[in-house]
């Protein structure tokens, strides 16, 4: 059988497989444990109706906790033993890291990223849709500023490599140096402003999600709110922070969340542009040097990311059923 | 003198679309002007130009003898009310208020007293630091004029201020309204509505507006007793101003009026010679009805009647009607109880009865 066959034929058996289970137990909860006869009949359909949900919902509920639990869970177990994974060696790993002086410089960096790429992407994404709103071209311009989130992380950093390129035929930055007369250098082994060099690639793909994201809570103000406030005499600038930032306030915080929780996870730009060198790395990139060389200090570094993206996680959450309210 | 004029004031959208055209309106210091119209007839669109929300495609507009065409809305010395409120949500009610005066870098003691005076005046005091989703619609509203109040403008505008509430606070908040222009009478306010009980009860003078124009302006009473066309005569007062065709026969100070099913009706509108043989429309509204005999100049079946307690309102079809055309409807007074299916027989007073000619009355005609 041909893998394509055997792909299709496995979806089928899948397919038929859920609504199977969905037809069965359905018909097991009407017609056996509940069955409305007589003088059971509404009290056996309500609580069929209680029992519903989670019969349908259990088994989804079942394997994505498997596969979202025990991968943390295993990996915790897994930090806590050698490089081998033959001896248990308690929180070394982690001790190990703490006096790592790479790990210190990748949380440094990643400390500089989280403070600076969501800041950046969200101010650049709401004044973007800002300027665009009533512009007759403004979705043309929204289009081309959205385009970069459609590239991938390392096909951006790519694109960039020729923006910082030595060569100053290729890269724009030597280009300009050039131009003044001034002698070719790379951008990326400039100690400290490298890690802002690779932010902006980042700043440059996400400033295109927040912009639609707040482009559409923008539209979202009632428009007389904005009338009262020109009655009220208040200038463009006054009317933009004081009547319309406040009043998405909600989305800024989910958007910005949201591009924090995506920085803590990016290490194709870091690993694409320089391998961590030059003082370049963050956690994700660095737990990628030490994956399968020493899983048991990339499992540590895993979980030290999992708890920093955790309560940005759950305030981003809260924020988003805020805002669904 | 904070009067308003409007000279040939137009509107047109994308050079092409006219909402209105050639409106020319003298407004003086402390009238309380009310813009009626049926929906989509630009009384909103006229507001909201005077508030300079809209461009003012084409005429003159002048606030206080100072042309404003282009001074922007803050400037004009206008505040406005709207139908939606219009409140900041993420504000208090306090900043809500506060909010034009600390635009306009008021020092805060003085934002302070006035604030709390306003709210004292609108009974908002115990809600100064609530949000607007923590309210009431009609502590919303009251909000929203408070917010008004507070920037002490020449000229208020109301955009439909009473739509959004429930019938009962209407009406209460309808009062307030006519309270509030009562405290400050050399405030000029203009308000939009299409609802004519409250075109009737607050307005010192009312503008009708129709066709991109103004239909007609006066005092309520102006336009209930000497509309100037039928528009306005079937615009204003509930139910509709009947009308039905007839002749001129006779002339004079009282106009006699020959109905297509040959009986006669008199008139107090004065006309001329030449007027003998016009055809026009005779307008009556339903309350000047009164049950006559035979000689009655409406005679006819009862079709259905509505008792409203105090009034009865009798649909009934003159003999000469067509079938399938709207039904004369009279406002009898008391229960009718039994009217339904008999013959009955009305007429009105000659000074009751309006005459129309090719829609305009003849009663200005002749003037």
Redesign the interface.
Known sequence: MSPLLQGVVMILIGLSGCIGYFYVSNFVLDKIIFPPKLDDQGRNINRANLVRPWLFLLPALLLLSLYLIYPVVGSFYRSLFNRANTEFVGLANYGALWNDSGFRTALYNNFLWVLVVPAASTFMGLLVAQLTDKLSWGNVAKSLIFMPMAISFVGASLIWRFVYAVDPNIGIINALRDTVGLSPMDPLQLPFWNNFFLMVILVWIQTGFAMVILSAALRGI?E??I?????????PR?IFF??KV??I?GTIMVVWTTITITVLKVFDIVYAMTGGNFKTEILPSYMMDYMFRDDGRATAVAFVIMILVLPVMIWNISNARKEMR | MAGLKLTNVAKTYGGSVEVLKDINLDIQQGELIVFVGPSGCGKSTLLRMI???EKISDGALEIDGQLVNDV????RG???V?Q?Y??????TVRDNMA??LK??KKPKDEINTIVEKTAEMLQLTPYLDRLPKALSGGQRQRVAIG?SIV?DPKVYLFDEPLSNLDAALRVATRIEIARLKERMPDRTMIYVTHDQVEAMTLASRIVVLANKGIAQVGTPLELYETPQNEFVAQFIGSPSMNLLRGEIIGTGAQTRIKLLDGRYILSDVPTTEEDLGLTVNVGIRPEDFVLSDENGAYCGTVDITEALGEVTLVYFKVDTLADGAEPIVAKLPGVQKDLRGTRVCLTAAPEKVHVFHEGQSLLYRNR
């Open positions: 009632p007389d709110t009338e009262a406030a020109v009655i009220d005499g208040a200038k006054q004081r009547i406040p009043q306030k | 508030a300079g929300l922007p809305p803050a400037q206008i505040a406005m709207f939606s219009a409140l900041y949500p993420h504000m909010f034009a635009i306009a917010r920037r």
